[in-house]
């Protein structure tokens, strides 16, 4: 079993609709949870972070993180073709240990 | 300017060939990363170090070397060249005192070992 382990894809949804983009993890210490997004031919760039457990929203996006179901989502509202990309999700036990990333999930937000 | 530069940006080689690819950054950051993304795979963590003097494995080291050269700049290379090196090279930086890990990525090269 994948440490991280992440909905495959590929994601193609009609302009508006609501994306939720979902992540499953074994290692129970993992506390720092992270969202990146990854436009072809470009490198990841961070999206939302979030510790523990809970909630965290920055304008369309909602982070989720549920440590008991050692699951995470991450959701997206009116979603527009500026959304269209790779979004990986990432995670780590302590703020300065190793990064571990799931797969990547392809999203094509159509107009 | 990009604070995260990667060159060369694409490159073509043969198998056994010596290759490195280099990495610098402006953002002043103390930690520096090499990943590999392979389709379905992810990224995964070839080397990092933390400081000039640190150097550390990850999780896909064998067939891969590193060397620090200051703080900003990380190089990443492959001794002999393998077909199944073939991928895209991420380097990433990470500043210390954030309190968090976020990672500043480069924007890649991609690497074909014929």
């Known amino acids: 079993q994948k440490e991280v382990e992440q909905d495959p894809g590929p994601l193609s949804v009609p302009e508006g609709a609501i994306v939720s983009l979902n992540c499953t993890y074994s290692?129970?210490?993992?506390?720092?949870f992270m969202w990146y997004r990854q436009y072809s031919r470009k490198g990841p760039e961070l999206l939302m972070y979030t510790y523990s457990s809970g909630n965290k929203e920055d304008g369309r996006f909602t982070a989720q993180v549920d440590k008991s179901s050692k699951y995470i989502s991450l959701f997206i509202r009116d979603s527009q073709p500026s959304d269209s990309a790779t979004y990986l999700c990432a995670m780590t036990e302590t703020s300065y240990d190793k990064v571990i990333f799931g797969p990547g999930t392809s999203l094509s937000v159509i107009p | 300017d990009a604070d995260v530069t990667q060159t060369p940006r694409n490159r073509i080689t043969k198998t056994g060939k010596r290759i490195m690819l280099e990495c610098s950054q402006t953002k002043g950051h103390d930690r520096m990363y090499w990943y590999r993304q392979d389709p379905g795979l992810g990224l995964r963590l070839i080397y990092y170090s933390f400081d000039v003097k640190d150097i550390n494995k990850g999780e896909i080291s064998d067939g891969y070397s590193v060397s620090r050269q200051a703080q900003a700049k990380f190089s990443l290379s492959l001794e002999s060249a393998i077909p199944n090196q073939t991928a895209l090279y991420f380097c990433?930086?990470?500043?210390?005192?954030?309190?968090?890990?976020?990672?500043?990525f480069g924007p890649g090269t991609r690497l074909t070992v014929l």
């Open positions: 990433a930086t990470g500043g210390t005192g954030t309190g968090t890990d976020t990672q500043y």
């Open positions: 290692n129970s210490a993992f506390q720092y």
